[in-house]
């Protein structure tokens, strides 16, 4: 099979790999050691969607910093190009883009990820978005076309689903967000059944579906 067809999956151990970036040489399993990671990839570097998508993503660099995610991108150009991106969007609108930035020339890292949609382009990876998570496992995935940029709202609250998912060992249903009531895991016994009927704490749509409110 093709490398570039390779697509890894949620639940999958992130790929590792060595590359340079606009901080250097990075090893990426050491980048995202004990913290949740966003990996994205953009199509090319000095083009006018990238650069909405990547600003915005260095304008809430606080805000992924303060929920213990870092940040990376990629794109299929020269660490060169990278370095002069990031100085002319940082001269012409203020926004520094600080974060690391993978000069993948040769594609290694976005054949491994699974970034080149043959019928799009064998040369610009599309827009994915990889969550991983602080044990290297991949959470959720996203792809956008090339002509499409992201929604940084759905990406910020998507991390906070999974981050608060994990803490509280729940689900959440559609359009969750931060003070929203979540899902606790369906009962797998008559006991448990009968208990949760019980549990006045609990919004009960049904025996299968109960809401509550997170401490």
């Known amino acids: 099979m093709d490398n570039s067809f390779h697509m890894p999956r949620i639940g999958d151990m992130a790929p590792d790999f060595e590359a340079s970036t606009t901080h250097g040489m990075l090893r990426f399993s050491d980048y995202i050691k004990d913290h949740w990671t966003i990996l994205f990839s953009h ?13 915005s993503f260095a304008e809430h660099g606080k805000w992924f910093a303060d929920h213990h ?4 991108g990629l794109s299929i150009d020269s660490i060169h190009s990278h370095v002069a991106w ?15 930035i993978i000069a993948d020339i ?27 998570d602080p044990k290297g496992i991949i959470r959720l995935i996203m792809y956008y ?5 992201r929604n940084m709202d759905e990406i910020m609250r998507v991390l906070q689903a ?3 998912a994990d803490e509280n060992a729940c689900a959440m249903p559609v359009n969750w ?39």
């Open 177 to 215: 967000r931060p003070g929203d009531k979540v899902i606790v895991p369906p009962p797998k016994t008559l006991k448990e059944m009968e208990a949760r009927k019980a549990d006045k704490s609990l919004e009960m749509v049904d025996f299968y579906l109960a809401k509550k409110e997170l401490a």
């Open 162 to 164: 999974l981050q608060a």
């Open 86 to 100: 990031v100085n002319n969007v940082h001269e012409k609108t203020g926004v520094y883009m600080d974060f690391p």
């Open 69 to 72: 995610t870092k940040l990376i």
């Open 145 to 149: 076309p090339l002509n499409v940029g």
């Open 43 to 55: 199509p090319a570097d000095f083009t006018p969607v990238c650069t909405t998508e990547l600003s």
């Open 106 to 132: 040769d594609m290694k890292v976005a054949k491994l990820y699974g970034m080149l949609h043959e019928n799009t382009s064998n040369t610009a990876a599309v827009r994915a978005v990889f969550f991983i």
